[in-house]
């Protein structure tokens, strides 16, 4: 059974950074298609960041050229760099492994003081 185990979430003041990792029990296969979504409180799940084989990436807009979405496959482990974060980034940051199922992660709260 797949697993994913966030970690990383914290409160952070506007303009900081963190680093959030995903630890999948099990092995990555190159053809995982990894992702980080969030969701804030009263709105729905959105897709963040997205890496896929040949580690091609996808963002949503507001998080271009701040955050980054990165896969070491030996270590099991997928990350998200967040850096310049804002108060409109305050959400749970959830894991996601689709290989012909979807698998989440329980969630990190990500909280950004103005």
């Known amino acids: 059974q797949v697993q994913l185990v966030e970690s990383g979430g914290d409160l952070v003041q506007a303009g900081g950074s963190l680093r959030l990792s995903c630890v999948i029990s099990?092995?990555?296969?190159?053809?995982?298609?990894m992702g980080w979504y969030r969701q804030a409180p009263g709105k729905q799940r959105e897709l963040v960041a997205r890496?896929?084989?040949?580690?091609?990436?996808i963002y949503v807009a507001s998080v271009k050229g701040r955050f980054t979405i990165s896969r070491d496959n030996a270590k099991n482990t997928v990350y998200l760099q967040m850096n310049s974060l804002k108060p409109e980034d305050t959400a749970v940051y959830y894991c996601?492994?689709?290989?012909?199922?979807?698998?989440w992660g329980q969630g990190t709260q990500v909280t950004v003081s103005s």
């Open positions: 996601n492994l689709w290989r012909t199922a979807d698998y």
């Open positions: 099990g092995n990555i296969f190159s053809s995982d298609i």
């Open positions: 890496i896929s084989s040949g580690d091609f990436t």
